[in-house]
Every structure is written in C-alpha cells, then in structure tokens.
C-alpha cells in the first residue's frame, strides 16, 4: 500500500524523553511514572494503561472547583506503556518546572507530571462584572503539556504595562499578579460594546502567553477554564 500517509513525518516518534511531541499538535508520553491529565485529551495509547478518576486531593480545592467553576476535570493515567494526548488539533508547547510556577487556563492545559501540585488561584480584581476569574496554578518539579489555539506569542510584561483579552490569555509566569481592567465606559457596556470589555493588565518582571484566538465565554455562574464563578473576595486566594 502506498500513500502520503505514510511519510515518515506521519510515523510514530520512537523519542527516549518521557514527554515529546509526536507532531505539533500531538504529544506522546512514555509512561514511566504517573501522569495527570485533562479528561478527554486521551487519543490513543498502546501498552496496559489505566485510567483513573483524579481526586480533588482536599476539602479545600474541591471547594473551590465547586464554586468557581475552573473546569479543570483530571485523570491520572498509570501502567505500562504510551499514551498520546491532543485537544482540538490545538499546537502543543512542553514546559519544564524546575522548582518555579505557572499559571494556566486550564481550557489550555493538557497534561503534566503527577508531581507538579496544581492549585485554583483567584485573579486579583475580578468581580462579578467580568464573572469572576479563575486560573490554574502549577508548581514544582516535572514537565507540563499545554496547547494553543494558532502559534502562540510570549510577551515580556518588564517593559512596559502590558494588557491581554481574558479569554486570549493562555497563560503567565505565576510570580505576575495580574488585575483585571475594563477599557470600556459605562454608556458602551450598556450599548453592548465590543466584546472586548474586560482584560488582564500586567506589569513588572514576567511574560504572558497569548493566543491569537478567543475562547468562548462560559455562561455566567457556569464552568469553563478561566472563567466565571462566584465572587468570593479572599476566601478563595490562599
């Protein structure tokens, strides 16, 4: 059987690293330890894998996946074997933890090391105007798996105030603490406006991630990553 199909760039990826890319919009990683992953990101694996329903891991950040509505729904996937992960033919980016932290939309999350600790973090400045705004924070050591919609663009915020759609943003280093800004007036917000009322604003030594496509809103009081909840002040940023 011949075809273009079967060019060596549509071949499976025999890579030694525990994560790697098997093509841009695709990542495969040798099991050789625990994995979590986004539910639904599986595409396939070869070997014997188990999939397992990832626990909240405490009264406190189930609570807050409860009242926030971060739709951050994990596996833990373990055994023997390869497992490949995609969502939304979306391009995948491997990030390395050494210790330090990141903070993710977790519509753009895809997987990572189980030994990273992953946490529900409360952007500063998001009331109930913008629905209230969640993101996922990883920390520790390992490596994590995220994807984009269209090739994405790193924006060093140390130079200048540095401003992104909510729903555009994939992603920033955790030691930003963005606000949330709204550059429409009243009188527009009231008309309908544009669509682009509310943004995250962030200054000082740091870099965003930034995708060039919107993610749809979640309905208010609803799920979606990123997106609404309650508004719940600082009963939910420790």
Same mark, same amino acid.
């Given at each position: 059987m011949q075809s273009p199909l079967f060019d060596q760039a549509n071949l499976e990826v025999q890579a030694q690293q525990r994560f790697a890319l098997q093509n841009p919009q695709m990542l495969r990683v040798h099991l050789g330890g625990d994995v979590l992953a986004v539910k639904g990101a599986m595409v396939s694996y070869q070997g014997q894998i188990r999939f397992d329903h990832e626990r909240a891991g405490s009264v406190g950040k189930l609570f807050k996946k409860v009242v926030t509505g971060e739709d951050i729904s994990l596996m833990r996937v373990s055994g023997e074997g390869d497992v490949f992960f995609a969502s939304e033919a979306g391009y995948v980016f491997l990030v390395e #933890?050494? =210790?330090?932290? #990141? @903070? !993710?939309n977790a519509r753009n999350l895809l997987a990572f090391d189980s030994t990273i600790e992953w946490d529900i973090k409360r952007v500063q400045g998001a009331g109930m105007l913008s629905g209230g705004l969640f993101n996922t924070t990883l920390q520790g050591t390992g490596t994590a798996a995220i994807h984009t919609v269209g090739q994405p663009v790193i924006l060093d915020c140390s130079q200048q105030p540095t401003y992104v759609d909510v729903q555009a943003c994939v992603g920033w280093s955790a030691n930003l603490v963005p606000q949330v800004v709204s550059s429409m007036n009243v009188r @527009?917000? #009231?008309? =309908? =406006?544009s669509g682009e009322a509310f943004q995250y604003a962030f200054s000082g030594p740091g870099f965003v991630? !930034?995708?060039p496509s919107e993610w749809? *809103? *979640?309905a208010a009081g609803g799920g979606g990553g990123g997106g609404g909840g309650f508004n719940l002040g600082g009963l939910l940023d420790g």
């Open positions: #933890l050494t =210790g330090d932290a #990141l @903070s !993710v @527009s917000m #009231l008309r =309908g =406006g991630i !930034v995708q749809t *809103p *979640p």
